[in-house]
């Protein structure tokens, strides 16, 4: 397996830009997840795939967020409108379709909203 | 719902002493219970998890963990630190019953390791 990659790692954008990641999940994985992890504090769960079907999302993600799986492979995640707020890492994270199985986390991608 | 305390935001300590990690939890639900590590710029990588069974958990590293139903902890602990141990260590839960399977973390524990 060479591991959950994502892209970019960094991104610096202007209030008001719209922003798109992607995540590339370990081959086979069924189940796809977003964390979001602002300075100091401990991941947060945004949204979640089983295949290509977004199972459950957070309250967290308000309507300027949007994540896609098609197909059941990569996934991206859209910020529309970024704001200073969105400022954080989002995680990606993936495991087989067992609910003890493990996640593996990608290495994240870090937004800086100006 | 599921919630995770983590007590300490900074534990110090000096290679090759001892070190524990808490971490309390809340659920009406029964759970599964995880730690992971966090190094500088970095993904989360699996320390250890308890799922069932014995409450004495060990994982990599020589990190172990042990679930305490009545008190609602899974502390962490290492009987000898490294250098190499300097991270950020997060204790997570998740619902043990449905299909699904998120993660609810606590705000973590920098685990400072010096000579």
């Known amino acids: 397996d060479t591991g959950v990659s994502q892209d970019p790692r960094h991104k610096i954008t202007k209030r008001g830009q719209n922003v798109t990641f992607r995540c590339d999940p370990i081959s086979e994985h069924n189940r796809l997840y977003w964390y979001r992890q602002t300075l100091g504090q401990g991941p947060e769960f945004l949204t979640y795939?089983?295949?290509?079907?977004?199972?459950?999302k957070s309250r967290l993600l308000s309507d300027r967020f949007s994540a896609e799986r098609p197909k059941g492979s990569f996934s991206t995640l859209e910020i529309q409108r970024t704001e200073q707020g969105d400022s954080a890492m989002y995680l990606c994270a993936s495991s087989p379709s067992v609910i003890t199985d493990t996640q593996y986390f990608g290495p994240g991608t870090r937004l800086t909203v100006l | 719902a599921q919630s995770v305390t983590q007590l300490d935001s900074q534990v110090p300590v000096f290679e090759e002493a001892p070190v524990e990690l808490r971490c309390n939890y809340s659920s009406s639900v029964s759970v599964y219970l995880f730690w992971y590590v966090q190094y500088p710029n970095q993904g989360l990588q699996l320390l250890l998890k308890y799922l069932s069974g014995s409450t004495l958990v060990k994982g990599i590293n020589g990190f172990e963990a042990e679930f305490n139903k009545s008190q609602t902890s899974f502390h962490l602990r290492k009987p000898s630190v490294h250098i190499s141990d300097t991270a950020e260590y997060f204790c997570a839960v998740s619902a043990g019953t449905g299909t699904a399977s998120k993660l609810t973390f606590g705000t973590g524990t920098r685990l400072q390791v010096t000579l």
């Open positions: 795939f089983q295949n290509e079907a977004q199972l459950e």
